[in-house]
């Protein structure tokens, strides 16, 4: 089975711009989760989406969204882009309803100056 | 709310040493926890969970709920040991909904 992917790999932005994330589930899984991974706070959970809806939200700022299609792929969109949205952005596709066991992507590296 | 506490950021040791990683929870549902580990230039993986009760790459964890810990434990380290090694907690329930909380992470280092 094929895993996770994540497009692009590696993104430069500049403040003020908006960002497209795309993640493809394995398939056959129908929720994709995505977190934001930082040198200082960890791995912090956005939000997660199942059967095109977002069944679950972090506590990041509206200018974070999401949407799932219906073959499961999912994008996150990041807009007016400030510095500390500097990141790995991991997607992870899980097969069941529940969280249990999650598969993640390699993650896309943004970078924003 | 729920937070995992992952104390020690560096754990170095020797080869056929033995090791633990400690991980403590607050949660005042009822908790699943994981461990995932990322070895070096790859992915997140999942490594065990608790209630699987295994023993993968002889790393076992056992849930303690009196004392709210997850620790990471083998009793003889191998140098491709060396990573980062994540715990994480959902709810048991499967009403999270994709939301995993990580703790902070321990760096592994395994000296030959």
């Known amino acids: 089975k094929a895993g996770v992917t994540q497009t692009p790999r590696y993104l430069i932005k500049t403040r003020g711009q908006q960002v497209t994330l795309s993640c493809s589930p394995i398939?056959?899984?129908?929720?994709v989760s995505w977190y934001q991974q930082t040198p200082g706070q960890g791995l912090q959970f956005l939000f997660e989406?199942?059967?095109?809806?977002?069944?679950n939200k972090g506590n990041f700022p509206g200018r974070f969204s999401g949407r799932q299609f219906s073959n499961s792929r999912s994008e996150m969109n990041v807009s007016t882009l400030e510095l500390g949205d500097s990141a790995l952005y991991l997607c992870?596709?899980?097969?069941?309803?529940?969280?249990?066991?999650?598969?993640f992507g390699p993650g896309t590296r943004l970078t924003v100056t | 709310a729920q937070r995992v506490t992952q104390p020690e950021k560096l754990l170095s040791v020797f080869k056929g040493a033995p090791v633990e990683l400690k991980c403590n929870y607050s949660?005042?549902?009822?908790?699943?926890l994981f461990w995932y580990v990322q070895y070096s230039r790859q992915r997140l993986q999942l490594l065990l969970r608790?209630?699987s009760r295994e023993s993968i790459k002889g790393f076992t964890a056992d849930l303690n709920k009196g004392e709210t810990s997850f620790h990471l434990k083998k009793p003889f380290a191998q140098e491709e040991d060396s990573a980062m090694y994540y715990c994480?907690?959902?709810?048991?329930?499967?009403?999270?909904?994709?939301?995993?909380?990580f703790g902070q992470g321990t760096i592994l280092t395994v000296h030959p």
């Open positions: 949660y005042s549902g009822s908790p699943e």
């Open positions: 989406y199942f059967s095109e809806t977002q069944r």
């Open positions: 398939s056959g899984h129908r929720s």
């Open positions: 608790h209630i």
């Open positions: 992870a596709s899980s097969g069941l309803s529940g969280t249990y066991e999650q598969y």
């Open positions: 994480a907690l959902t709810n048991a329930g499967g009403t999270s909904y994709g939301k995993l909380t």
